[in-house]
């Protein structure tokens, strides 16, 4: 089974930064998409930032210029930097991979899924 598991996420003040991780236990290369998804409190998943079998990135609008997806194909392992980080980046951040629908977009419906790693930006 796929397996994807997030890891980084922590408590920090407005303007800071974080890294997080996703490791997976299958080659990431394999995938058409990778993505991060995060659900602020309250509120309905939103996609984050794609990175697609090519390198190719997007990102939501809302982390355009503080956020940049990347990946470590020998590793198996998925990173999203946050720079600059608002308290309105606090959520819970997955990790995600789509091995079947050949397109990469910031979305929410991937095909296999982590368990979450909090993130909290206090002001």
């Known amino acids: 089974q796929e397996q994807l598991v997030e890891s980084g996420g922590d408590s920090v003040q407005a303007g800071g930064s974080l890294k997080l991780s996703c490791a997976a236990n299958?080659?990431?290369?394999?995938?058409?998409?990778m993505a991060w998804i995060r659900q602020l409190p309250g509120k309905e998943r939103e996609g984050v930032a794609v990175?697609?079998?090519?390198?190719?990135?997007d990102y939501a609008d809302s982390v355009k210029g503080r956020f940049a997806i990347s990946r470590d194909l020998a590793k198996n392992i998925l990173y999203l930097q946050m720079n600059n980080l608002f308290p309105e980046d606090t959520a819970v951040y997955y990790c995600a991979a789509e091995g079947t629908i050949p397109e990469c977009y910031t979305r929410t419906d991937f095909e296999f899924w982590g368990q979450g790693t909090q993130v909290t930006v206090s002001s």
């Open positions: 299958v080659n990431i290369a394999g995938f058409y998409c």
């Open positions: 990175i697609a079998t090519d390198g190719t990135t």
